[in-house]
């Protein structure tokens, strides 16, 4: 017999949730009550922290996570889904969460592709990816600060050409341990029209 893989241990899990309706108390619709969107990091120690620590229950907001809470391009996949939010799901305000002792902090193209190397991917292909006209240099760029990276992210969403001058952005950083939450900009006070 084979060792139960963590796959496996979802699905039995899943298979117990949905016959014994443990879903129930977690439905809710498709547009977030609360009106807001929020853009923060991936780190597993937010999953649950985080929500708690704004006050948002299943059903309140829209989340977006991802390496870092950055938006690295005004026309890539995280600005295209605050958009969607915005136009077609009633996000009203956008707060962007990073976080104290992230990851992406520090983080530079030359660690990173080393430990691709070790993880097999060969000089072959990055230098195929480079001739190609990949920069990795600023695609894999973090922060200094995760101040930092909310400044940045949050000022690339308020001067998005396809978003409202009137939407209020926020920034924000949170720490990890205790969810305490400190005010980087206050979308209300900040925002600014488009230039034309």
Known sequence: ???????????????????DRHYEPYRTGTLPNKNLLILTCMDSRLVELLPHAMNVHNGDVKIIKNAGALVTHPFGSVMRSILVGVYKL???????????????????????????????????TL????????????????????????????????????????LPVHGLVISPVTGKLDLICSGYKSAEPHAS
């Open 1 to 19: 017999m084979h060792p139960m893989t963590l796959l496996d241990e979802i699905l039995a899990f899943n298979d117990a949730f949905v016959r």
């Open 90 to 124: 009633n996000v009203r305000e956008i707060a962007v969460v990073g976080h104290h002792d992230c990851g992406v902090t520090g983080l530079n193209s030359t660690d990173f592709l080393a430990k691709a190397s070790d993880y097999g991917i060969s000089e072959i």
């Open 127 to 166: 230098n195929t990816l480079k001739n190609a006209g990949i920069d990795f240099e600023n695609w894999l760029r973090g922060f200094d600060r995760p101040e930092d990276g909310v400044r940045k992210s949050v000022d690339m969403i308020r001067r998005h050409p396809l978003l409202p001058d009137q």
